[in-house]
Nanobody, 118 residues
Framework: QVQLVESGGGFVQPGGSLRLVCAAS????????MGWYRQAPGNQRELVAG???????NYADFVKGRFTISRDNANNTAYLQMNSLKPEDTAVYYC????????????WGQGSQVTVSS
């Protein structure tokens, strides 16, 4: 069973930075992608960024140029560096991992609260 443990959320003023960390453990076969979604109160969960097998990345338009996703393959850990944070970035950020071995499987972290406010 794959488990994802997140860390690094918190409170920051507008313009500040935070780094989210997502550590995966367990037997991971057929890695497809890893990354973050976020959900603000009253909103649907939306993709923030993903990193794929081979290293390619994908970002939502609203974070391009401000957020950077990376991955330590050896330790199955992903990082989301968030710079120039805005109040509208306030949300719970959920790490995910997608793998394919006979079937597609999605795993989720517990969520990290990110609050951007003055």
């Amino acid at each position: 069973q794959v488990q994802l443990v997140e860390s690094g959320g918190g409170f920051v003023q507008p313009g500040g930075s935070l780094r989210l960390v997502c550590a995966a453990s367990g037997s991971i076969f057929g890695f497809v992608s890893m990354g973050w979604y976020r959900q603000a109160p009253g909103n649907q969960r939306e993709l923030v960024a993903g990193i794929y097998n081979g290293g390619s990345t994908n970002y939502a338009d609203f974070v391009k140029g401000r957020f950077t996703i990376s991955r330590d393959n050896a330790n199955n850990t992903a990082y989301l560096q968030m710079n120039s944070l805005k109040p509208e970035d306030t949300a719970v950020y959920y790490c995910y991992l997608q793998s394919f071995s006979a079937r597609l499987s999605n795993y989720w972290g517990q969520g990290s609260q990110v609050t951007v406010s003055s």
